[in-house]
């Protein structure tokens, strides 16, 4: 994403608006409060319809603020999004770019179209070491689990101490740069997820299967 974002405050007039989005090659702001919390997006179709809208007078929208144009709410990611949730919610949401966020609703960026492509030009053989060196073995201490990369998609395959270390450990893979699907094939020794009778039925003989 990038971090250098220029927004528009809910005040900023339609004349304002309008040079922002041509000086700096935009055709959309996300407009945040005093606060710095994205409220809405105005674009270039905003302004343009409301120039357009039946029974104005040519021009008067100029005088309106992005508080009237804005489209809201905002559709936005947050920070810790992973690349296939941003361009998936792009999708389905039909924008070509998302505002970023932090967990109180700030803005801390914008991810595009474009930002999101260049994330999955890394290689395979990339992928597998970051997965295998930064997630698996220094982040989670498992150097039995292997990892396998095919067109992007992560492969984990071995056995973990505790079941609760799976969808951690599936949710990190993810995190990594180029990924853009996790697949598990890991057992784990542990049930630490079950309801208490079930883990003690389990501690008397009964083994713990693989989550699949």
Known sequence: MSTRVIAASEDAGFKEIAVVLRN?????????????????????????????????????GSGASARDLMTTPAVTVTA?????????????????????????GRLVGLVSRSDLLRVFF????????LVAEDVVRRGFGLPGVAVSVEGGVV??????????????????????????????????RKDDLAPPAARERAGRGAPPGPLR
């Open 122 to 129: 890394v290689r395979d053989d990339r992928i597998r070491w």
């Open 24 to 60: 700096n090659g935009v055709s959309a702001l996300p407009v945040v409060d005093a606060d710095r919390k994205v409220v809405g997006v105005v674009s270039a179709a905003d302004l343009l319809r409301r120039i357009e809208a039946p029974g104005t007078v040519e021009g008067s």
């Open 155 to 188: 492969t984990l395959e071995g056995e973990v101490p505790r079941r609760s270390d799976i969808p951690r450990l599936l949710h990190d893979a993810g995190r990594v740069e180029g990924v853009v699907g996790v697949r598990s094939r890991l057992a784990y």
């Open 80 to 104: 810790d999004a992973t690349p296939v949730e941003a361009a998936e919610r792009m999708r389905r949401r039909r924008v070509k770019r998302l505002p970023v966020v932090d967990g109180r």
